[in-house]
């Protein structure tokens, strides 16, 4: 069984849509959750991240962490056509190691 | 500031091959992390450097696989011989903490 689990879509949303992107994992020991956006040929660039449970809001974007069910979310508002990119959900544990656990990333796509 | 630059963005060599990457962290970036996604999988950690010490390498695959820090500052990556399943984006981070990772563009690998 994975580590993270993501769909990888391709997911297809008109313009000002609300986008939901999710995560689930099965370590729970996983503390520190971060979300990547990815152009296509680019490297991954940090969107947000979030510790423990709870939500964390930054503009358009909403990061929701539920460790009981060991599910954690984006949500992007008012979905722009810059937006569209691949989306991967990454997570470490707490103090043993460093390393980044990601999920395969969803493909989005908004149609103007 | 400028980000995490890897070297060369593509190589295409022959199976049994030598190829070295190179990745440049950001300034003032004592932790450097590889990663490599093989196509249609996740992102997988490789190893993890702090200054010129290998902090973590539980990720490398075999021992083809051979990473150096000299002095701390950049990076390489060397595989010798390489083979078929070798072929994927490499990926460097570094971070100044160790949460916020912030990726390089990524190094395109194709072993023919």
């Known amino acids: 069984q994975k580590e993270v689990e993501q769909d990888p879509g391709p997911l297809s949303v008109p313009e000002g849509a609300i986008v939901s992107l999710n995560c689930t994992y099965s370590?729970?020991?996983?503390?520190?959750f971060m979300w990547y956006r990815q152009y296509s040929r680019k490297g991954p660039e940090l969107l947000m991240y979030?510790?423990?449970?709870g939500n964390k809001e930054d503009g358009r974007f909403t990061a929701q962490v539920d460790k009981s069910s060991k599910y954690i979310s984006l949500f992007i508002r008012d979905s722009q056509p810059s937006d569209s990119a691949t989306y991967l959900c990454?997570?470490?544990?707490?103090?043993?190691?460093?390393?980044?656990?990601f999920g395969t990333g969803t493909s989005l796509t908004v149609i103007p | 500031e400028a980000g995490v630059t890897q070297f060369p963005s593509h190589s295409v060599i022959e199976k049994g091959q030598t190829v070295t990457l190179r990745c440049d962290p950001i300034?003032?970036?004592?932790?450097l992390y590889w990663y490599r996604r093989v196509m249609g999988k996740e992102i997988k950690f490789l190893l993890h450097?702090?200054?010129?010490?290998?902090?973590?390498e539980s990720g490398m695959p075999n021992n083809r696989f051979l990473a150096e820090r000299t002095g701390g500052t950049y990076s390489t990556l060397k595989v010798q011989p390489a083979e078929l399943e070798d072929s994927g984006v490499y990926f460097c981070?570094?971070?100044?903490?160790?949460?916020?990772?912030?990726f390089g563009p990524g190094t395109r690998l194709t072993v023919l």
């Open positions: 990454a997570m470490k544990r707490l103090n043993t190691g460093n390393q980044f656990y």
């Open positions: 981070a570094s971070s100044r903490t160790g949460y916020e990772q912030f």
């Open positions: 450097f702090v200054k010129e010490s290998k902090q973590d």
């Open positions: 300034s003032g970036h004592d932790n």
């Open positions: 979030t510790y423990s449970s």
């Open positions: 370590n729970s020991a996983f503390q520190y």
